[in-house]
């Protein structure tokens, strides 16, 4: 029983290897059964890191509100590592469900499905998979190339040493020693602050991808027992016979076990949507309030920027990313929803018409379970759909063109 634990255990990591490593490197023991003191020791210090780091750029924030480009450079990371910081907390406290959730996706088989739609040509949710994984890792290193880059940039502009972010400290950091520290701590705090943002939002854009995986699955089997009932009569039915009634009647037994497993199968995924819905609804509401306000945030520190182009592209990147996180959420939230309802249309495609009764009642137990509409939501009050990405981008945009048009008539009257 503890060997296949184990291996049930090993396997989880394998799956999610690089995930699970990116969670490890913030502090976060994901998947690991026996924690060494020394990895304890790190991951408070990756804890006092990223939590001390955040503290002080909001307190500079306040503390500096006369100087502008100031206040919007802190506020650009401020509004970012908001929302990095609510996550790697909440993932602390709830460290056993998200195990619990990848547990529950190792029932499922999704690397022998194929990788494109055979009816659209599209990219199946099989495919992107392993591509997510792929396009997180790139995300990821350009991200972190982009801020050393731009610290280093800044360091070498500045007559004088700078640190990573702006921030204040209660204590004196001019002595050498206590300086290189204080930076070595915000860029261990930078380097969580990316690992957590878009790992999670990859780990995020896997599971779902998984459970769209099987929904496909699901609709590919239920036609297939369709298919193969075809197969199964006779093209004369006027001229059965004894032997022939036994086939059909064998047949029919064979497509209610095939129906019984899908049924089972269509069980098994809904528990895995709702215990997905359970471990990220309740931070889903505080993501999607921190992303609004930062988009809008980002889009006045651009306008009050508006021509230097470091600070400019600062601000850009990080609209860019919270962005991105917002349409992970929201796409992939949509094509749950939209896969879902294909297992509804069908379990009623589905050749039933003059099948026994007991394979009606299995047909009517999917399409009632599948008519219940599933959406993925932010607190169980914002549905994490497409039409809520466009509302939020919509109200950053506007707010952006009327910062730029108050920008330029303010221009134009010192001009007069």
């Known amino acids: 029983m503890l060997t296949t634990k184990m291996a049930e255990h090993d396997k989880t990591t394998r799956r999610f290897s690089y995930f699970v490593a990116a969670f490890r490197v913030t502090g976060i023991p994901l998947l690991m059964d026996r924690v060494s003191p020394l990895y304890w020791v790190y991951a ?16 500079d924030l306040l503390k500096n ?20 910081v609510w996550i790697y907390g909440f993932l602390r406290f709830r460290i056993n469900s998200l195990e619990r959730l ?22 199946a949710a099989a495919g992107w998979i392993p591509r997510i994984e792929s396009v997180t890792r790139r995300l990821i290193n350009i991200t972190l190339i982009f801020h050393f880059s731009y610290v280093i940039i800044k360091r070498a502009v500045s007559s004088k040493p700078q640190l990573s972010y702006n921030t204040w400290y209660p204590f004196d950091i001019s002595s050498t020693i206590v300086f290189e520290l204080v930076n070595i701590s915000q860029l261990l705090a930078a380097l969580i ?20 995986s099987q929904l496909q699955k699901l609709r590919a089997n ?45 069980q ?8 997905m819905e359970e471990t990220f609804s309740p931070m889903m509401v505080v993501i999607f309030l921190l992303d609004l306000a930062s988009l809008c945030l980002g889009s006045f520190s651009i306008v009050t920027s ?36 294909n297992v509804r249309d069908a379990a009623w495609g589905c050749d039933w018409v003059g099948t026994p009764v007991s394979f009606q009642k299995s047909i009517r137990l999917i399409i009632s379970s599948a008519n219940k509409e599933f959406t993925l939501t932010a607190g169980k009050i914002v549905p994490v759909t497409i039409s809520t990405l466009v509302t939020m981008v919509n109200q950053s945009v506007s707010y952006f063109m009327f910062l730029l048009e108050v920008k330029k008539n303010i221009e134009h009257s010192k001009i007069n």
């Open 102 to 123: 990848l547990h529950l996706a190792e029932s499922f088989v999704w690397e022998d499905l194929p990788t494109t739609d055979p009816e659209t040509g599209s990219m």
């Open 193 to 212: 602050y990316t690992l957590m943002l878009l790992g999670f939002n990859g780990l995020y854009a896997t599971l779902v991808c998984i459970a769209c």
């Open 268 to 275: 098994q995924i809904l528990s895995y949507i709702r215990a």
């Open 222 to 266: 239920l036609l297939d027992i369709r298919q193969k009932q075809d197969t199964a009569e006779h093209p004369d039915p006027g001229a059965e016979t004894g032997h022939e009634e036994r086939q059909k009647v064998h047949a029919f037994y064979h497509m209610q076990d095939q129906l019984n497993d899908c049924v089972r199968h269509h």
């Open 306 to 341: 508006w021509g230097n182009y470091v600070q400019m592209s600062q601000g850009i990147v990080t609209y860019g990313l919270l962005l991105l996180v917002l349409a992970i959420y929201c796409w992939f939230g949509y094509e749950l929803s939209y896969q879902a309802e």
């Open 44 to 59: 408070a210090v990756a804890t006092v890191c990223c939590y001390a780091s955040y503290s002080a750029q909001v307190v």
């Open 65 to 84: 509100t006369r100087d502008l480009e100031r206040t919007m450079e802190t506020a650009r990371v401020v509004a970012g590592a908001g929302m990095t």
